[in-house]
């Protein structure tokens, strides 16, 4: 089952906007981690966010996390090109580090 | 330095017969997982390692699935009498260790496809 769910599932902006994309969860969590996955490759980590913590920065990315809504949001700024892919949030549960992925959110930016 | 490798990259067979995929994750990484991405779908998870064990084979759909790991490094994942609705493309990450807070690095995958 898959516990991530994204919102939106496909976002298309032009270059230089901003892309915000949210995910929700249900159960509690250690971890959420976002990760991009271009076309016919695997995925590759972004970003993680510990249970204990609200917000987190990593270049053009900004990632939130609000326990009590059991929601994640990514953000870029300044998006290019080159952010086209899609994007999936995962939760870490358990002491296995095992994560549950959703079904991606589809980005597309215009250049 | 080398990540994630996974061959095939591709394979096609016919129904029924038996198909290996192997993985080889960045050295020193103790953890290694197996998932399955079916087209538009996220990743399900099959099994995870840590070392040469397998804690948690929950994923693995049927009995036709199985998976071993050597010498704490190279992983198969062996699928028998496949059927076609094995289609997918396989995943193979690996990580430091199997703890908390620990990222995962990924392989490009092996895009399975069953006539």
């Known amino acids: 089952s898959q516990q991530g769910e994204e919102d939106p599932q496909a976002l298309s902006i032009q270059e230089g906007e901003n892309a915000t994309m949210n995910c929700s969860y249900k159960?509690?969590?250690?971890?959420l981690q976002w990760y991009r996955q271009n076309s016919g490759r695997g995925l590759v980590h972004l970003i993680l966010i510990r249970s204990n913590e609200r917000e987190k920065h990593s270049g053009r990315l900004r990632v939130t996390l609000d326990t009590s809504k059991k929601s994640s949001s990514l953000l870029i700024t300044a998006s290019r090109a080159a952010d086209t892919a899609s994007y999936f949030c995962a939760t870490g549960t358990g002491a296995n580090s095992k994560l549950t992925f959703g079904k991606g959110i589809t980005l597309s930016v215009r250049p | 330095g080398a990540g994630v490798s996974q061959s095939p990259s591709n394979k096609v067979t016919e129904k029924g017969k038996d198909v290996e995929l192997r993985c080889d994750p960045i050295s020193g990484h103790t953890a290694l997982y197996w998932y399955r991405q079916r087209l538009g779908q996220g990743l399900e998870f099959l099994i995870y390692?840590?070392?040469?064990?397998?804690?948690?084979k929950s994923g693995l759909p049927s009995d036709r699935f199985s998976a071993e790991r050597t010498g704490e490094s190279v992983s198969t994942l062996t699928i028998q009498r496949t059927q076609q609705e094995d289609s997918a493309v396989y995943l193979c990450?690996?990580?430091?260790?199997?703890?908390?807070?620990?990222?995962?690095?990924f392989g490009d995958g092996t895009r399975l496809s069953i006539l």
């Open positions: 390692f840590q070392g040469n064990s397998a804690p948690d």
């Open positions: 990450a690996s990580s430091l260790a199997a703890g908390l807070n620990q990222p995962q690095h």
């Open positions: 159960t509690s969590i250690n971890n």
